[in-house]
């Protein structure tokens, strides 16, 4: 597994299911996750990153060309997989974040796309969700990497 890649695009929604606004760097915090997104403050599930690999994978198995943003994650990166383990730790620029769990595609991804939610399950193609241990400001183009003890 390649360990290094690029954070491609950011987005955050002010409201549970609300419209997505993309920028091009945001603060994050430990105590509130991405500056304007409100999920935030889930303990857990501060953050929520997709890899452009499993994107690409669940595109070709529908045969469709969808744009990331239709899984509503927070992080886009690039030349890298989802690290496959809990706890397993990304660093975005000054940003450190911790993988707390898979992110399961929902209901939410079958009214994006019929078959969207199955293509997205297997390895971990969903993304995952993190927790922010260190907080700093990430900017599109960022450097991540995995990061080990």
Known sequence: MTTAGKLLAIQRAAQLRGPLEAVTHVAVSAATGIEGDARGVKKDRQVTIVFSDGWQAA????????????????????????????????????????????????????????????????????GVCCKVLEGGVISTGDRVELVSD
Do not use: F
């Open 59 to 126: 595109c070709r198995e529908l045969n469709a060309d969808l744009p990331w943003t239709l899984r509503r994650a927070n992080l886009l990166v690039d030349g890298m997989s989802a690290p496959r383990e809990w706890g397993a730790r990304l660093r975005i620029g000054p940003v450190l974040l911790m993988v707390t769990e898979e992110t399961k595609p929902c209901g939410v991804m079958e009214k994006q796309h019929a078959g969207l939610r199955a293509a997205l399950a297997p390895d971990w193609r969903g």
